[in-house]
């Protein structure tokens, strides 16, 4: 997930994404039983993420 100003949250080490966006006024939450071997993120992160974007109907 990219950085943006009004977005905040954590990508856990443990299989946890949470972001708020007040500007969408959204809150995610994502909690999978894989744990990051690597520095890298999981595919799993981006996709829920990309999906969780497109999911708003402004």
């Known amino acids: 997930m990219s950085?943006?100003?009004?977005?905040?949250g954590w990508?856990?080490?443990?299989?946890t994404s949470a972001?708020?966006?007040p500007k969408e006024e959204m809150v995610g939450?994502?909690?999978?039983?894989r744990i990051m071997?690597?520095?890298t993120s999981p595919r799993i992160f981006a996709d829920?993420?990309?999906s969780v974007?497109?999911?708003i109907d402004d």
């Open 48 to 50: 829920f993420w990309t």
């Open 19 to 21: 972001y708020s966006d």
């Open 3 to 8: 950085a943006t100003p009004e977005r905040f």
């Open 11 to 15: 990508n856990g080490g443990i299989g």
């Open 29 to 33: 939450i994502l909690m999978t039983q």
């Open 37 to 39: 071997d690597s520095p």
């Open 53 to 55: 974007y497109q999911a």
